[in-house]
Nanobody, 130 residues
Framework: LVKLVESGGGSAQAGGSLTLSCVGS????????IGWFRQVPGKEREAVAG?????????YYADSVKGRFTITSDDAKNTVLLRMNNLSVEDTAMYYC??????????????????????WGQGSQVTVSS
């Protein structure tokens, strides 16, 4: 049974930084397509960053976070980090880690953008104040 456990998040001032962590377990394969999504009540869920673990040079960033957010993975620890710099009030949302093992690295990007994933973390609230 695949399980994703998130940690990090919390509150920050505008211009500040936070890091989210997603630790996976129970994977069936050595590579996963993993993304970070965020959702604000009343708005559509947005894929903000993604990475393909276990090989393949694939990273995805939404235009809204490019240059500010960085996604990395530690494959040995099944951990994916999302470093969020220069936060703005508009980044306030519930952030979710999600994963799928159904896609190769060259299709991971498209899968994340349409939300085609199978496993979800519990969510971490990020609140940015001005």
């Amino acid at each position: 049974l695949v399980k994703l456990v998130e940690s990090g998040g919390g509150s920050a001032q505008a211009g500040g930084s936070l890091t989210l962590s997603c630790v996976g377990s129970g994977y069936y394969h050595s590579s996963q397509c993993i993304g970070w999504f965020r959702q604000v009540p009343g708005k559509e869920r947005e894929a903000v960053a993604g990475i393909y673990t276990g090989g393949g040079d694939m990273k995805y960033y939404a235009d809204s976070v490019k240059g500010r957010f960085t996604i990395t993975s530690d494959d040995a620890k099944n951990t994916v980090l999302l470093r969020m710099n220069n936060l703005s009030v508009e980044d306030t949302a519930m952030y979710y880690c999600a994963a799928t093992e159904r896609f190769a690295y060259w299709t991971c990007n498209d899968a994340l953008q349409r939300g085609d994933v199978d496993y979800w973390g519990q969510g971490s609230q990020v609140t940015v104040s001005s």
